[in-house]
């Protein structure tokens, strides 16, 4: 192979790269470009995350306030329940007393 073939040959083989670089970047260009259709559907659906995040946001405060009323809430039936089982307990004393009472002053008279 003499110089002249060897420059040819060169030539072609860098010709030839340069044409497989330039297809490829068409390609990728061509397979990745966002059209306006496309960006606008992007946007729909960019909006659309939006108003689920803040839904989300929404509902999750209204779940903590509805916890902490019913938390509220059960703090102070327990209150009651308590109240309530003592003022029994209470009554029940007082009816054992009275009971009682009740047979002595029999027995007695």
């Known amino acids: 192979m ?4 060897f420059i040819v040959v060169t030539a072609i083989i860098l010709f030839v790269a ?3 670089g330039w297809f490829s970047c068409w390609l990728v260009l061509r ?5 306006q259709s496309e960006m606008g559907e992007l946007d729909k659906m960019a ?9 989300r946001d929404e509902a999750i405060t209204y779940l903590q306030q509805r916890e902490a009323e019913l938390t509220n809430q059960l703090s102070q039936t327990e209150a009651e329940l308590r109240a ?3 003022g029994l307990r209470a009554a029940r ?5 009275l ?7 029999n027995a007695t008279g």
């Open 2 to 5: 003499n110089r002249t073939e």
């Open 18 to 20: 340069f044409l497989l």
């Open 31 to 35: 397979l990745t470009r966002v059209t």
């Open 47 to 55: 909006q659309s995350l939006h108003e689920a995040e803040e839904s």
């Open 84 to 86: 309530a089982m003592d």
């Open 93 to 97: 004393a007082e009816a054992e007393e």
């Open 99 to 105: 009971h009682g009472y009740i047979e002595r002053q």
